[in-house]
């Protein structure tokens, strides 16, 4: 496996891989199950395999995370290497940005798409995703980019730009791997310190599992749907550290909030638990796919 830091000796690979099928997978590192997934799927539609490893600060906001976000290089190297990528391209913000990156040519996504859910508690993120991810792809010259689920708002903003500025890569969509309990993995679950935490975690799930249930029982409206699931999950216990920041319901495909749940809908949510923030999404009907704990899948109930 390759492992790249400068844009010069990636542009010099790049080119000797002229005639290869490049699949792409955008991270910012501390790997987990569900960055594995999107590699596997680059295995399965790429004939070579690029991974791109950058805590991207245009995207964290100034009282952020992005000095505490885990860096764990040696450990994601292994677990590419494991996997078989081709190449991990590691570039410092010097060689991604040598002239700096406060004053930069930006990609501003449609205001519809991120006056909502995550793009108002962070002001400017999905720009900065935007504007790297961009830059990325002119970098590597991907056919296919693998993107997770999980990030339900980031996949639209991506998409939406790919089609609005006609960019000749194919963006594939990898479902949300989730830990045995429900919660979605994710690099910021290594901040949940103590065990009343990564509890208070998991209703995110429970609220999503909640919303399904209640659809499946017949409920149409979304205001309806999303107190009741708060009512019961909420209520039932006393959670001093979790504060919901969103609940909502959007169309699958415009990213738009919707009012009448049908098979289109996707359900958000986004919380606080002390100073850790996650988020997580399901579509209404989708199976909440677990492994149990052979590796096999099954699936799981509120
Ligand atoms: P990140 O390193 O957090 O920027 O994520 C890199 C990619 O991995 C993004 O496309 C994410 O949506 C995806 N990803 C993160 N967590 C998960 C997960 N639990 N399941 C599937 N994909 C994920």
């Not at 859910?117 to 990325?136: D, E, M, N, Q, W």
């Not at 699931?229 to 550290?241: C, K, T």
Request: proline share 6%; with cysteine; charged share 20%.
């Amino acid at each position: 496996m390759k492992i790249v830091e400068s844009i010069e000796s990636f542009s010099a690979i790049r080119q000797r891989w002229k005639n290869e099928t490049i699949a792409f997978v955008p991270t910012m590192g501390a790997l987990h199950g569900g960055h594995l997934s999107l590699m596997e799927k680059a295995k399965s539609v790429g004939s070579k395999v690029i991974v791109s490893i950058y805590v991207n600060p245009l995207q964290f906001g100034p009282n952020e995370d992005f000095q505490r976000y885990p860096r764990t290089r040696e450990a994601d190297l292994e677990l590419c290497e494991s996997l078989g990528v081709d190449l991990v391209f590691y570039p410092d913000t010097q060689a991604l940005h040598p002239k700096g990156w406060v004053s930069l040519t930006q990609v501003v996504p449609p205001i519809e798409l991120v006056n909502q859910f995550c793009g108002l508690s962070r002001p400017g993120h999905f720009t900065g995703v935007a504007t790297i991810v961009l830059k990325l792809f002119q970098l590597v010259q991907p056919q296919f980019a693998i993107f997770g689920e999980k990030d339900a708002q980031q996949f639209a903003v991506i998409r939406r730009m790919v089609s609005d500025l006609n960019l000749p890569v194919q963006i594939v969509p990898a479902p949300t791997v989730r830990e045995p309990d429900g919660l979605a993995k994710s690099s910021r679950n290594s901040y949940l310190s103590s065990a009343s935490d990564r509890h208070q975690a998991r209703l995110l799930f429970r609220l999503l599992a909640t919303i399904q249930e209640l659809y499946k029982q017949g409920m149409e409206t979304t205001d309806e749907a999303l107190k009741l699931a708060m009512e019961s999950v909420l209520n039932e216990g006393l959670y001093p550290d979790f504060q919901l920041e969103y609940l909502g319901a959007v169309h699958r495909e415009t990213f738009l909030p919707t009012e009448i749940l049908d098979e289109d809908t996707r359900i958000l949510v986004a919380a606080q638990i002390g100073n850790v923030r996650l988020i997580d999404n399901t579509l209404i009907n989708e199976p909440l796919v677990l492994p149990d704990r052979d590796g096999a899948l099954m699936q799981l109930t509120v």
